[in-house]
């Protein structure tokens, strides 16, 4: 087996390229109608580019999020409307996809968002996110647009597409050494398919399945991963617990 060295892995500079060129590359089967979440959104922020909005009201600074990127702030919210950055603090970060669910962005992690441009009209664009370190939870209804507009996650090592039919309860960490746990959980579980942006091959999660990808290979994986793949339990002030 052939083992990436961590210079040759890929960095957040250079994931969100790879994805657009993926999201043209890659399709999920055709989807069936799926109820979809309805969640309202700021007066001045319903453009069609809308992507996600952040709570930016902490009374802790160290739990705070920092949002960076084309951005709308409104009423102690941030509402990124184009593309944009998310980083936790000690805490992990609730970030509203409008009509569709949320993501929680686990503490000490960051992750960028953009929006597929080149959908048609009228069409929910697929979400491209890209994270090089920690841990993301997934809660979104998938695209129904005719098995087009898939979800990507991409990091250093894997694009992970998400499609429809189903609503995602996917959980994604990174560990060292390019270790990555997918659990693609949920009654209605979506069609999530792996694929090494090295090597080229893939390996479909199935529903209810939890994996890890060993040192960010499609070789060593072990298909049945007891420990938990999303955020970790929160510490409790004053404690080591």
Not at 94 to 120: F, N, Q
Not at 126 to 141: N, R, T, V
Not at 154 to 174: H, S
Request: hydrophobic letters at 40%.
């Amino acid at each position: 087996m052939r083992r990436m060295s961590p210079a040759s892995r890929l960095t957040s500079a250079g994931i969100l390229a790879l994805a657009a060129c993926s999201l043209c590359a890659q399709t999920a089967p055709a989807p069936q109608a799926t109820a979809t979440p309805t969640v309202t959104t700021p007066a001045a922020a319903t453009d069609a580019a809308l992507i996600a909005i952040v709570s930016l009201d902490s009374k802790n600074p160290d739990a705070a999020a920092k949002v960076t990127g084309a951005l709308e702030v409104s009423q102690g919210r941030a509402v990124i409307v184009a593309s944009g950055t998310v980083t936790s603090g000690s805490q992990t970060t609730e970030v509203v996809l409008p009509h569709r669910g949320v993501l929680r962005v686990c503490a000490s992690t960051t992750v960028k968002l953009a929006a597929d441009t080149s959908v048609h009209a009228g069409e929910t664009p697929g979400l491209m996110m890209a994270m090089d370190q920690g841990a993301l939870e997934m809660s979104f209804a998938t695209s129904a647009a005719s098995g087009r507009n898939a979800d990507f996650l991409l990091t250093p090592d894997f694009r992970i597409l998400i499609g429809g039919p189903g609503a995602a309860e996917i959980k994604v960490r990174l560990g060292q050494h390019g270790d990555t746990c997918v659990d693609n959980a949920g009654v209605n579980a979506p069609y999530v398919l792996v694929t090494s942006v090295f090597d080229g091959g893939n390996y479909r999660v199935q529903p209810g399945q939890r994996v890890m990808f060993e040192h960010g290979s499609l070789r060593e994986v072990v298909d049945n991963e007891k420990e938990p793949c999303g955020c970790p339990p929160p510490l409790h002030p004053g404690t080591n617990e």
